[in-house]
């Protein structure tokens, strides 16, 4: 079988997120899952893009795109959310009640090859680590499962991957991940850091000003407290 393409140069694939706004749990029925997927298909229809692999849960979804040029990801996942949103407000009587999202998404640049395999792991294992179903496949709202057993219109959703997928993938996302994995990327999650190894994240962050999140939060080393002495 030969090798796909490797990722162009500049066209990472993303790990993208968002959460629904405090904790609220957006899909919780089948029909609710099922309108997501709607707003999957006419977002993908506006704008092409290229999914690797998903998990949508119950106040949150993950998403590992593909995208063909700069700004692809902005467009697509910027009108998923709001259409998603609009729809769900109507659908739960809830317009003009807040936000439905925490905010407009979260996405993080991921190198080519483990790294990318290590997302793609954590996404499709989602429900599973989060205990609802005894394997991943079994969850019905992921890449997995869809492309075991999913409908035609929902197979078609995925792309071919930039790396090969190793045969024995469906045994691996049912594999506990290491520690170091899922520390690596929660790390990315929570500093919106670029993921892969440390020589290509220090390149990554270099050529896109995102130096900033390779600094530890809280106070700068060497910060001390002021205090103004009395005379």
Known sequence: MPRPPRIAPGGFAYHVM???????????????FQAFYKALLETLAR????????CLMGNHWHFVPWPREDGDVSRFFG?????HASRWQVAHGAVGMGHVYQARFKSF??????PLLWVLRYVERNALRAGLVRRAEDWPWSSL???LYGPPEIRALLSDWPINRPRDWVAQVNRPQTDAEEAAIEQSIARGRPLG??????????????ESTLRPR????????QTTRKS
């Open 18 to 32: 968002n959460r629904a706004n405090g904790r609220l749990r957006i899909l919780r029925k089948d029909e609710d």
């Open 47 to 54: 704008h092409p893009m290229r999914l690797l692999g998903w």
């Open 79 to 83: 009108h998923l959310t709001l259409l």
């Open 109 to 114: 640049m991921i190198e080519e090859d483990a």
């Open 145 to 147: 499962h869809a492309r």
């Open 197 to 210: 190894t440390d020589k290509w994240v220090r390149r990554i962050t270099s050529r896109y000003k995102l």
């Open 218 to 225: 809280g106070r700068p080393v060497g910060w001390r407290k």
